[in-house]
C-alpha cells in the first residue's frame, strides 16, 4: 500500500522553529519528486516547497524562501521540511505527497498523506 505520513508539527512561537517529516511506506521515495503543501482555515491550499527525485532540486514559495528548507534522506525513505523563523501566517495544516516530475502545481501530486498541523501562535 502506498502511503505517505507527515509529523512533526505542533504549537510554536513566533520565530521558533519546526521540522516536519514525511515518511514513505510501500514505494521508494527517491523514485518522486515531493511536495509539501498547506491549508489554512478559509484559503485555498498552496504549495510550499519542492525536492525533485532526479539532481536534488529544491523550490520554494516566495513567502517561505529563505526560512524553510526541503531536504531528503533516502536511506530512511524520509523528507523533510525545517521551519524556521515561523509567522503566525504559517499556520494551517501542512500535506507532503508525490508526483513524477518537480512542481509546485498540486494537481500533479498523489498520494496525499493525512497532514500534520503548524500552529504559530504566542
Known amino acids: 500500500q502506498v502511503q505517505l505520513v507527515e509529523s512533526g508539527g505542533g504549537l510554536v512561537q513566533p520565530g521558533g522553529s519546526l521540522r516536519l517529516s514525511c515518511a514513505a511506506s510501500?514505494?521508494?521515495?527517491?523514485?518522486?519528486?515531493i511536495g509539501w503543501f498547506r491549508q489554512a482555515p478559509g484559503k485555498e491550499r498552496e504549495g510550499v516547497s519542492c525536492i525533485s527525485s532526479s539532481d536534488g532540486s529544491t523550490y520554494y514559495a516566495d513567502s517561505v524562501k529563505g526560512r524553510f528548507t526541503i531536504s531528503r534522506d533516502n536511506a530512511k525513505n524520509t523528507v523533510y521540511l525545517q521551519m524556521n523563523s515561523l509567522k503566525p501566517e504559517d499556520t494551517a495544516v501542512y500535506y507532503c505527497?508525490?508526483?513524477?516530475?518537480?512542481?509546485?502545481?498540486?494537481?500533479?501530486?498523489?498520494?496525499w498523506g493525512q497532514g500534520t498541523q503548524v500552529t504559530v501562535s504566542s
Open positions: 510501500g514505494f521508494t521515495l527517491d523514485d518522486y519528486a
Open positions: 505527497a508525490a508526483a513524477r516530475i518537480a512542481t509546485m502545481d498540486a494537481d500533479f501530486f498523489g498520494s
